[in-house]
């Protein structure tokens, strides 16, 4: 299958590694950077695994213990097929499975017709693996294009959950990350996601899936902020009248849970 990027499947994840002896060899030094963020930055071990490495200092600890405690909440999968695989901690960093790129990198390519069951297929995908983690008490906090990667059969993974927020017994850690401006809710105050804040931000996604930019793409953040908060929303850019609806309940407050987003894009599908 050929994929929006021009990359064939084989060309992504050849084979799967007989040995797990890249620990004796790893180099930071030499090691391929394949990404970079606010919480750390990402090293190629092979062709289907990476590591995250976080910095040395204090915050740095505190995001990679962060992470860490999520992945282990959700169960290395169990929570949802549409997260980041996590493998194992090793010295200063998580290995992950391994993707060629984000979501928006993808979309960001010269423009071509996206397929509407795959856009479709993508936002399902994204809502399910939101679900999946709201299942486990954790708000991802920084739900955007940028933190969602995908696989070589154009399959969508969550990631970067080292600002989320989640319940460990009776307490809700705090987070760190705030949402981009364009997935923010206008409402949104401190640094504390919630339930309507996330799907706000799913929104958005949405949006960004149908249009291949983020909403008000071309404005000022100060611009953005103030149509967001007049509930001024760019709505009409997305030609099928459905996903409009879609987006627009998430952007309004009219969704109680992401499970509710979910069901009206999989009503979507069935009456394709």
Not at 27 to 45: E, L, N, P, Q, Y
Not at 58 to 73: Q, S, T
Request: hydrophobic share 35%; with cysteine; charged share 30%.
């Amino acid at each position: 299958m050929q994929t929006k990027t021009g990359l064939k499947s084989s060309q992504c994840f050849p084979t799967r590694p007989g040995r797990d002896d890249w620990k004796e060899t790893f180099s930071f030094i030499s090691a391929a950077c394949v990404g970079r963020g606010g919480s750390g930055s990402v090293f190629a071990i092979d062709k289907e695994r990476v590591i995250k490495v976080f910095p040395g200092d204090a915050e740095g600890r505190r995001d990679l213990e962060r992470e860490l405690a999520i992945y282990r909440k959700l169960g290395n999968g169990k929570a949802s097929e549409h997260i980041v695989k996590f493998h194992e901690k090793w010295e200063s960093g998580l290995v992950l499975d391994r993707y060629d790129s984000t979501l928006r990198q993808l979309l960001s390519l010269p423009p071509e017709v996206l397929p509407t069951q795959l856009a479709l297929q993508w936002a399902q995908e994204i809502g399910h693996g939101l679900k999946g983690l709201h299942s486990k008490e954790i708000l991802h906090g920084d739900l955007g294009c940028q933190n969602i990667m995908v696989d070589s059969s154009n399959r969508t993974k969550l990631c970067d959950f080292a600002g989320s927020s989640f319940r460990d017994g009776d307490i809700w850690n705090d987070a760190w990350v705030s949402y981009e401006v364009r997935s923010q809710h206008p409402k949104y105050r401190g640094r504390q996601p919630t339930v309507e804040t996330e799907i706000f931000a799913f929104g958005s996604v949405i949006f960004e899936i149908w249009t291949s930019q983020p909403p008000y793409a071309t404005e000022s953040d100060l611009v953005v902020r103030r149509k967001f908060l007049a509930q001024d929303f760019p709505l009409l850019m997305i030609e099928d009248f459905r996903i409009r609806d879609v987006v627009r309940k998430c952007w309004m407050g009219e969704y109680e849970c992401v499970a509710d987003t979910c069901n009206d894009l999989d009503i979507i599908e069935r009456v394709q």
